[in-house]
């Protein structure tokens, strides 16, 4: 199942991700997952909350661009070689990443891996086969 | 020396006459020769036979860039094309450029002025002279070419860029007069030191800048930089190039060849003239040309004038440095920036207009900069990088293809561009000139 992560267009400007955050913290949105993708003069956030229709709306109303972008969320053990275990299932079987990032989780042994696919779908199904369990919307609203 | 010393130093009297003379024939000649200045001449009801003097030019219609375009190519022609000899483009906007062409004794004019140029700036015959303005389609460096040889300069026909190779001809060949665009000598000067060559060591002794406008400090900094005269020269391809008016060594206005460009200065807002040493429009009247003689040009370059006789001996009227444009065109290293031909490359990659500012500076280097800032846009934002920075590139290039002018694209947050009554402030010039 994908879950929605939320993009957000960021100039290099003191205080912009303060900016976003404290929006979002100030309206009870949790963030889940954050990466920031930069380039010398704008970078783009990208977090995974909670509530996430309510936190695009609160975002565009406040003047920021914010997009849906459909991820996959992915548990694996929070141990050594972890992370490798999927990479070598997705190469195996020919599915790119566009980029991914990491989370680990409060009161548990497991690594919240965050997933941008070239091909969603087929990525979706080469986890399945592969017995990997995919986080769902419902266990991200509600973590 | 003064190259036409006759007509330079002139009496007022002398000079009037000289000038009314050549409107009585001008207005019947275009007249009888360009169908569209007769329907503009029938218009403004103007009988051409009625011209006496050169006090009667007040009666005549303005002439605008609007008109070069919507008559583009040859609308505005009074001579046939087969009698013309050389044309020269400027870019446009978004629409027509502009053509103009010289018939084979407007070459001569257009040389005749600009030997008066170099000889106002202290050049004499058997000097050796860089041009380093580009030759082409742009006027400068034909303008200066023809100048040159007309007054009898030994030439260096460089043309502008590759400074490497500038530099080495100007230590090989020891000119004493540079011509370029201000920004362009102190880029060179910059080079040069970081070629570990000391630019105050040549031979120089003057320097013919213009193309683009320039501040007093940046002329002592040219001074200072090259241990050399910086002059400027002003001109523009409607009227013959470069060649309109030059300043002399006592750099105190530019002398305006008036006998055959009869300047007029008026306020932009009413079209009236501008009261003695007030700012206002420059408007020109090219009295002897042939192939596309224009009347009362509207140059919307704001400059004020004065008409006492010079220490040089020079009696024709100067005008200032230009103070400002009438328009929002802005004029990046010689060449005419208008902010509709940014908007139109947006709206080509966007479908819509997004929001854009256009940002020139001038920096360490001296060369003026382009930024153009895109508000980036709900439509077309990315979560990927890679996305947005091939976007900001397609825009960056197409721009740079519109403008011949190499410009920075920066992508920034929606409602960060200044808005004025909810109108965007399109341009900002940070260059202190």
Request: proline share 4%.
């Amino acid at each position: 199942m994908k879950i929605t992560q939320i993009s957000v267009f960021l100039e290099n400007r003191k205080g912009r991700l303060y900016d976003v955050c404290s929006l979002l913290g100030a309206n009870h949105v949790n963030i889940r997952a954050l990466t920031i993708a930069e380039t010398e003069s704008f970078g783009v956030l990208r977090i995974v909350v909670d509530k996430c229709d309510a936190a695009v709306k609160l975002l565009r109303d406040n003047g920021f661009v914010a997009n849906f972008t459909d991820v996959v969320a992915v548990e694996v053990p929070d141990t050594p070689g972890g992370l490798a275990t999927v990479l070598k299932i997705f190469a195996d079987n020919d599915v790119n990443v566009e980029y991914m990032y990491g989370f680990v989780e409060k009161h548990s042994d497991k690594a919240l891996l965050v997933f941008r696919f070239e091909d969603t779908d087929t990525a979706q199904q080469v986890l399945a086969r592969h017995s990997i369990s995919i986080v769902t919307r419902q266990e991200i609203e509600g973590l | 020396m003064i190259w036409k010393e006759d007509i330079e130093c002139m009496d007022s009297t002398g000079l009037k006459a000289l000038q009314s003379d050549y409107l009585k024939k001008l207005i019947p000649y275009i007249y009888h020769n360009c169908p569209v200045y007769r329907q503009k001449l029938d218009a403004a009801g103007v009988n051409p036979d009625r011209i006496k003097s050169i006090d009667d030019i007040k009666r005549l219609p303005f002439t605008t860039k609007e008109d070069m375009r919507d008559h583009y190519p040859y609308g505005l022609f009074s001579a046939p094309q087969d009698r013309i000899n050389e044309i020269h483009v400027s870019s446009g906007t978004t629409g027509n450029p502009t053509l103009v062409g010289y018939t084979k004794d407007d070459l001569k004019l257009w040389g005749d002025v600009m030997a008066r140029v170099l000889c106002c700036a202290g050049a004499e015959p058997g000097d050796t002279i860089q041009i380093a303005y580009g030759y082409g389609l742009f006027t400068g460096g034909l303008g200066f070419h023809y100048g040159a040889l007309e007054m009898g300069l030994r030439i260096i026909p460089t043309s502008a860029g590759q400074t490497a190779r500038q530099l080495k001809i100007m230590q090989d060949f020891q000119p004493r007069i540079l011509g370029c665009t201000p920004s362009y000598a102190l880029y060179m000067a910059e080079e040069a030191k970081e070629m570990g060559i000391d630019p105050t060591q040549g031979h120089w002794k003057i320097g013919v800048f213009g193309a683009e406008p320039w501040s007093e400090s940046m002329r002592r900094e040219i001074e200072a930089a090259w241990n050399m005269l910086a002059t400027d020269v002003y001109g523009l391809s409607e009227i013959i190039g470069p060649g309109v008016a030059q300043e002399c060594r006592h750099k105190d206005g530019l002398h305006v060849f008036s006998d055959v460009f009869f300047p007029e200065i008026i306020d932009p807002q009413t079209d009236e003239e501008a009261p003695e040493g007030q700012d206002g429009e420059l408007v020109i009247t090219t009295l002897t040309k042939q192939g596309i003689p224009l009347i009362r040009y509207r140059t919307r370059d704001i400059v004020s004038a004065r008409y006492e006789k010079c220490r040089c001996g020079r009696t024709s009227p100067r005008i200032s440095k230009i103070k400002g444009r009438t328009d929002d065109m802005i004029v990046v290293r010689g060449i005419n920036v208008f902010p509709s031909q940014i908007e139109h490359v947006l709206v080509g990659i966007e479908g819509t207009q997004p929001q854009y500012q256009i940002v020139v500076d001038r920096k360490a280097h001296h060369l003026d900069e382009v930024e153009v800032l895109v508000e980036v846009e709900q439509r077309f934002f990315s979560d990927e990088i890679r996305h947005l920075n091939d976007l900001r590139e397609r825009i960056r290039k197409e721009i740079q293809n519109v403008l011949s002018v190499g410009v920075k694209v920066t992508l920034v947050e929606p409602k960060t561009i200044e808005r004025s009554v909810g109108k965007a402030k399109r341009i900002v010039d940070k260059r202190t000139l």
